[in-house]
């Protein structure tokens, strides 16, 4: 056997196009559009800044992902898509 090991595959989920979302508090300034636009995904934290949902860093096969990453006026959330 050579040593190339195929890809291999993250565990959970298991969808095609597997995705990892993030918020950058770094960047973000608490307008709230990502919660609002997908509030299956995001929620606001005690200050207000945007968080992903505990367990919901897949996405949670939301079609509103998208839409909130291009919500946030700052660009904090990320979408990274894998798979
Ligand atoms: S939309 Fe952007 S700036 Fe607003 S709370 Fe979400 S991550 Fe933060």
Not at 26 to 36: H, K, R
Not at 38 to 52: H, M, N
């Amino acid at each position: 056997m050579s040593g190339d090991a195929p890809r291999e595959r993250r565990t959970g989920g298991g969808a095609a196009g597997a995705v990892a979302v993030a918020v950058d508090r770094g960047v973000c300034i608490g307008a709230g559009q990502c919660a609002l636009t997908a509030p299956e995904v995001f929620t606001q934290d005690d200050d207000g800044f945007g968080q992903v949902l505990p367990g919901r860093e897949d996405g949670h096969g939301s079609a509103l992902l998208r839409e909130a990453v291009r919500a946030c006026p700052v660009s904090a959330v990320s979408l990274r898509t894998g798979g």
